[in-house]
Every structure is written in structure tokens, then in C-alpha cells.
């Protein structure tokens, strides 16, 4: 069966990565960001390099309308088609061939746009700070329960929630949406992997994205074998998604501080993770 992946924040970055490695694999897609000239040129981009059918939804996820929009395409499912559709319609005017009656279902959805605040927590607006909670937690988790409503009665689906490595650090507000994230993941990939269902949330550490040009963050800050490549932290997330992980921890190297992360004094952790995003 052809995969249809959405995937949120697809026009850069860590999405955008999702996208053509999806893409690669056959997987028609589902993009979204707010970018409408972006969106179309990566679409565009991917069907002519992979042959792969490409929607976009030009969204807001912060906006009620723009997230009602994907929770919309979440929902929509194409009737079956093939030997389970069973028997013919009945007389009457049907769909011209190679018209497509409704959208096909989601199979994977990737929750992954996001954004950073440069400022410590007191010296943001509380909004700025509602606002980027949201796009860390309330998003994803409304994208998932509208995947999970048409992923169980199917009893197959994947879904992938961008996180990071903040997730085990205290590592301001952005730590602690991600570690939300990371939770979460935890319990529903436990609870619905039975119904066929795999959660994982995937923890980078620094990747080469636009991510800290976009929160105005100096990345000459960060030395240079702390970064990753998106190519990478993708090719892992898919791997361990696969086998059935509830966290993907991309990279030996962030494994490794991972784990020491869990037995150093948080202090020290908090110090040590104070760039890290
Ligand atoms: N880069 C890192 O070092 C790093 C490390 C760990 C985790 N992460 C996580 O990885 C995820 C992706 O980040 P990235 O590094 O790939 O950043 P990026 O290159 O800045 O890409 C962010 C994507 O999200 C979209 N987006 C942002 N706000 C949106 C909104 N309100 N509604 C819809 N789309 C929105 C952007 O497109 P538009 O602007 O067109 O909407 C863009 O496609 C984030 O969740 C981030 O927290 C990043």
C-alpha cells in the first residue's frame, strides 16, 4: 500500500528532510507551512525528482482556521478501491477514470514544525510563551488525536513527533515542551502499539536547519562536532521508527550525552545544555 506522509514545517530544515526521504521511498505526501510559494516549490521539486503525489496546505498551525485546515485533511478518507472495496456501485454517474473521489487516508504523520525563543522564559512576553507552547505540544497533540481517530479503526499508522535532546535537560520552556513531547510518545507508542499503531518522538541535538537563524541565535556559538546533519538525524528517526522505538536518539554522540545527562547532577546538565536548543 502507497504511504501518504503529512508532515508539518516541510519547506525547511528537518521537515523538508522527512519530505524527500519519504519521497524517495514512494510515499505520496501531505506538506504544510505557512510559506505558500515555499510549499509549492518543494512540492514541485519532489514530484518531478520522485514521480510521488504531492498536496499542500498553506497553514498556520498557531492560527484556529490554518489548524482546523490539517486537522480537516487528517480526518478525510478515500473509500477503499481494489479487491477489498467490494461489490460495484450501483447504476449512476460514477467518478471519470483517474479522478481521485477523496483524499487518500494518512498513514504517517510528522509533527514537526517548531521554533525557538531567544530569550529566557521572565523576558518573554507570556504570550510569545503561550504561543510557542502551543506549536511545541498543543499542535502536535491535536494532530495526533485526529490521526489516531482514523489510524485505529485501520489498526496500522505511524507517527512521528520531532522532540529534541532539550527534552532531558532542564533547558527552559523548549526543554520542557519537548520532554511533554518525549512523554507522551512514551505512553502512546506503549498504548496503541498493540492496535498497530508505532509512536516515536525523535530528540536531535544541534542540526544545520534554520532554526537558530530564525530565533536569531549565533550557531558560531556551538562547536562545530556538535552539529548534525538533517540527511542523518532522518535516515536514524526512520530506522528506529521501523523497529518500533518510542525515542530515536540520532547519533552516537548525543546517545552517549544522553545517558550522561541522566546521572549528572541537573545543575551541572542545566550549565552545560544553556545554548543547546
Ligand atoms: N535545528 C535544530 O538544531 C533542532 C534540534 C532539535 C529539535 N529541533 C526541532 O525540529 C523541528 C524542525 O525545526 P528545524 O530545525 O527544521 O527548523 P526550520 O528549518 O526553521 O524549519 C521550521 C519549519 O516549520 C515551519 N513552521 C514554523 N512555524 C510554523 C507555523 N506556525 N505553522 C506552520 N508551519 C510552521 C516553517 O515554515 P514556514 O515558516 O513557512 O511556516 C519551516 O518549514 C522543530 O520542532 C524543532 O524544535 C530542531
Known amino acids: 500500500m502507497t504511504q501518504t506522509v503529512l508532515i ?8 523538508a528532510e522527512f519530505a524527500r526521504q519519504f519521497a524517495a521511498r514512494g510515499c505520496d505526501l501531505v506538506l504544510v507551512a505557512r ?56 447504476p449512476g454517474p460514477g467518478p471519470e477514470a483517474g479522478e481521485r473521489t477523496a483524499p487518500r487516508a494518512v498513514t504517517v504523520l510528522v509533527n514537526n514544525a517548531g521554533y525557538g525563543l531567544v530569550k ?12 510557542h507552547l502551543r506549536i511545541h505540544v498543543e499542535v502536535p497533540l491535536s494532530l495526533a488525536h485526529a490521526a489516531l481517530q482514523s489510524m485505529r479503526p485501520r489498526r496500522t499508522g505511524t507517527i512521528i513527533n520531532v522532540a529534541s535532546v532539550a527534552g532531558f535537560t532542564p533547558r527552559g520552556t523548549y526543554g520542557a515542551a519537548k520532554a511533554a513531547v518525549i512523554s507522551f510518545s512514551r505512553w502512546a507508542n506503549i498504548t496503541y502499539g498493540p ?8 530528540c ?36 528506529d521508527t521501523a523497529a518500533g522505538k518510542a ?31
Open 195 to 202: 492496535e498497530g499503531i508505532r509512536v516515536t518522538a525523535v
Open 35 to 90: 510559506n505558500g510559494d515555499a510549499l509549492e516549490g518543494t512540492a514541485a521539486a519532489l514530484r518531478g525528482q520522485w514521480g510521488v503525489g504531492v498536496e499542500t496546505i498553506a497553514a498556520d498551525l498557531l492560527d484556529d482556521d490554518g489548524l482546523e485546515r490539517v486537522l480537516t485533511r487528517l480526518r478525510a478518507e478515500a473509500p477503499p478501491t481494489g479487491p477489498e472495496a467490494g461489490p460495484e456501485p450501483g
Open 247 to 277: 525515542v530515536s536518539i540520532p547519533s552516537l554522540r548525543y546517545k552517549a550525552l544522553t545517558a550522561l545527562a541522566r546521572v549528572a547532577p541537573p545543575s551541572v546538565v542545566a550549565r552545560l545544555a544553556q545554548r543547546g536548543r
Open 8 to 15: 508539518t514545517g516541510a519547506t525547511s530544515g528537518i521537515g
Open 204 to 239: 536531535p541535538g544541534f542540526v544545520h536547519t534554520e532554526f537558530h537563524q530564525r530565533m536569531g541565535a549565533r550557531k558560531a556559538d556551538v562547536p562545530g562536532p556538535m552539529w548534525l546533519d538533517a540527511g542523518l538525524v532522518v535516515r536514524e528517526a526512520l530506522r
Open 120 to 131: 529566557p522564559f521572565a523576558d518573554n512576553p507570556l504570550e510569545d510563551e503561550i504561543r
